[in-house]
Each structure stands twice: as structure tokens, then as C-alpha cells.
């Protein structure tokens, strides 16, 4: 006796419908994907993804992407920080400091060199009796004498020297006249314009003369 096994398929199966039906009585294959269920091949519910993927719905098998963290997000979004530069303060230069003579005067302002001589002195019983303080004239010349070392710095001879003062009754000097080595010089020059800011009180009488010595 023979038994009778009928096979149906069905083309274009879906997930609603059956792709393929088989008797009880056969047995009946159902393609890769799906599986014999109620006498019919139905597709499998659940895939088998392959390794680094996952199943979606509708979808299928797609790459697992990795998520961004909160902390990675925040550090690329600040922006660089550019290092601030530090003040610097400018210091004098050795140099500068070395070409100025007394007073801070530059070395060749001759101008700035005779405003450093001598100051008037104070007033003494001298301006009230009328005499000649030859005391204070003598301080007035030795505050010149000193000032006068400024004058090394103009080229010329140098050592000791010795000049005429003559004081007139104003209290302030008529005229100058420097000896040699330094008459006749820049040096000279510069000497006799220091002795001439030297005064000392008003006083009644002629033009007094006195004489000092000075050393480059």
C-alpha cells in the first residue's frame, strides 16, 4: 500500500501568513528563517545577530554605536585656554646710569652741570651793618671749589688751579678770571661759571676781591 504525502508551497511567505504547509502524515523541510508551527513554516520571532550587532524591531541587525559619555562631551566643548603673559618690568640700564655726573646730569649738558654749584648763604650780621663778611664769601668759594670737580668731564687739563673772585656790594660776583693751567681752556670756562653763582649778603662799600684754589 502506498501512503499519499502532499506538499504545499506557498511563494512569498510573510510573518501573517504561511509560507509553507505540511501534512502530518509527511514530513516537510521549511526554509532557513523560519520554523514548522500548526502545520506551516512561520518566521522565527527572534534572530540570531551576529557579534558586535543587535536586533531591532522592523529593522533587523544593526551595529551597536557606543554612546558618548557626559564627561567626554563637556571636556571637548571648552574651550583652549591661552596662558597669560606676565608684566615685565624694565631695569635700568648699567650703562645709562654710568654717563650721568652729579646731580644725574648727562656727562656733556654743561647747563645742568653749572645749576649744581653753589647756593646763596644765609643771611648774617653782615647785611644789617652794611660790612663785608669775608667768612661767608670764603664758604660761598669753597662750595664752588667742590662744584667745580663737575668740570672733569670736559676735556682739558686737570689737577689744582687757582681763581680771582671779585664780589660787587649787590652780594653777587662781577667778574671771575681763572689762572693757568685752565685760562684760556673749556675746563677754565666751566670752572668760571660756577665761581660766578657764589654771592653772599648785600654789603656798603667797593667791590671786594678774594682767591681760591680748586683742584680737576
Keep these: 500500500?502506498?501512503?499519499a504525502v502532499v506538499v504545499?508551497?506557498?511563494?512569498?511567505?510573510s510573518s501573517s501568513e504561511p509560507a509553507v504547509t505540511a501534512t502530518r502524515e509527511g514530513v516537510g523541510a521549511c526554509p532557513?528563517?523560519?520554523?514548522?508551527?500548526?502545520?506551516?513554516c512561520r518566521p522565527n520571532v527572534v534572530?540570531?545577530?551576529p557579534a558586535g550587532t543587535q536586533f531591532r524591531d522592523g529593522i533587523g541587525c544593526v551595529a551597536i554605536v557606543a554612546e558618548p559619555t557626559a564627561t567626554a562631551r563637556t571636556t571637548s566643548s571648552a574651550p583652549p585656554t591661552t596662558p597669560t603673559a606676565e608684566p615685565v618690568t624694565p631695569v635700568p640700564s648699567a650703562t645709562a646710569s654710568a654717563q650721568l655726573g652729579p646731580c644725574g646730569c648727562p656727562t656733556n649738558d654743561l647747563a645742568c652741570?653749572?645749576?649744581?654749584?653753589p647756593q646763596a648763604p644765609p643771611l648774617s650780621t653782615a647785611s644789617r651793618t652794611g660790612e663785608f663778611d669775608r667768612a661767608l664769601a670764603a664758604n660761598a668759594l669753597t662750595g664752588a671749589a667742590r662744584a667745580a670737580q663737575v668740570c672733569r668731564r670736559i676735556p682739558g687739563p686737570t689737577g689744582p688751579g687757582s681763581i680771582v673772585v671779585i664780589f660787587q656790594p649787590s652780594g653777587t660776583v662781577l667778574r671771575t678770571t681763572v689762572r693757568e693751567p685752565?685760562?684760556?681752556?673749556?675746563?677754565g670756562d666751566c670752572v668760571e661759571k660756577l665761581f660766578q653763582q657764589a654771592?653772599?649778603?648785600?654789603?656798603?662799600?667797593?667791590?671786594?676781591?678774594?682767591?681760591?684754589t680748586f683742584r680737576i
Design 182 to 187: 685752565y685760562q684760556g681752556t673749556p675746563t
Design 199 to 212: 654771592t653772599e649778603p648785600a654789603y656798603k662799600g667797593d667791590p671786594e676781591a678774594d682767591s681760591k
Design 32 to 40: 532557513p528563517g523560519t520554523h514548522l508551527e500548526a502545520d506551516a
Design 113 to 117: 652741570l653749572m645749576r649744581c654749584g
Design 1 to 3: 500500500m502506498r501512503v
Design 8 to 13: 504545499a508551497f506557498a511563494v512569498g511567505c
Design 47 to 49: 534572530l540570531d545577530c
